[in-house]
């Protein structure tokens, strides 16, 4: 299985844009460079997300915000799929996307076939290291 580790807004800093940021006009050629998630089959980049707590929880809003600035940048698409937490019924303080599921395995992220890259923002070092390794 195909599997990218990665953490969107690191990938951003390094195009000098920030995902607060709207962008305007042509794209600079730092972002018409190809990357993973341009160089995709498909039109859409699917993720799981290690962790729905603050930082989680912020991704998938900043996804769902931001949808039309991700898709000028890669010229994808970008979907939550799954959000692996450590208590599904704890109160969550962000709205999951349509077909995005939390659940509690890790192997139901790493897994699973159509996830495309992997976003570990869990906290600790223990289980968060043995995820990004297992990816």
């Known amino acids: 299985m195909r599997f990218h580790t990665a953490f969107i807004a ?24 190809p990357t993973a998630l341009q160089m995709a089959d498909s039109d859409t980049v699917t993720l799981g997300i290690f962790g729905g ?3 989680g929880g912020g991704i998938v809003d900043i996804i769902s915000k931001k949808e039309s600035y991700f898709q000028a ?31 509690t395995s890790y192997d139901e992220i ?12 869990m ?10 390794v297992s990816a």
């Open 73 to 103: 940048l890669t010229g994808k698409h970008i979907k939550v799929r799954k959000v692996c937490v450590r208590d599904a019924n704890k109160p969550r303080d962000f709205d999951l996307p349509d077909g995005c599921s939390i659940v």
């Open 110 to 121: 790493l897994d699973d076939d159509e996830i495309d890259v992997a976003v570990e923002v």
């Open 10 to 33: 690191t990938s951003l800093a390094f195009t000098g844009l920030d995902a607060f940021t709207p962008m305007t006009g042509r794209p600079s050629a730092a972002l018409r460079t």
């Open 53 to 55: 707590g603050t930082v």
């Open 123 to 132: 906290g600790g070092t223990t289980d968060a290291k043995d995820v990004v």
